[in-house]
């Protein structure tokens, strides 16, 4: 269960019309010695770059993968990765000229 003090953070966060709302459907990483970010992008245009520590970047993976399984387990859904759907539609049309 998610804690109610970062479920209410997360409401007032998302309802605020001072916080800046992104959709983006790819990314880019990057990293330095010192930090590591996201060049975050929307049909193959940058829209935002995110920078945060290696610390952070680790922490936000883990969440983010907790939550994927969460939401997989409640759903049933397993959630494809943009490689593996690339992956597919390269084999699919490779596969193609030998359908009749």
């Known amino acids: ?3 109610k003090n970062i479920e209410d953070r997360a409401k007032i966060a998302m309802l605020s019309e001072d916080i800046p709302k992104l959709y ?3 990314f880019i990483t990057f990293f330095s010695q010192a930090d590591m970010g996201l060049v975050l992008e929307q049909n193959d245009k940058p829209t935002a770059i995110i920078n ?3 610390t ?3 922490t936000l993976v883990e969440k983010l993968g907790n939550t994927i399984r969460d939401f997989e387990g409640k759903t049933g859904n ?3 990765t943009t490689e593996y759907i690339a992956h597919k539609m ?4 490779s596969d193609e000229p030998n359908k009749l």
Do not use: D, P, R, V
């Open 1 to 3: 269960m998610i804690n």
């Open 24 to 26: 983006i459907n790819g």
């Open 52 to 54: 945060m520590s290696y």
């Open 56 to 58: 952070l970047a680790k």
């Open 78 to 80: 397993i959630i494809m």
């Open 90 to 93: 390269k084999q699919e049309l």
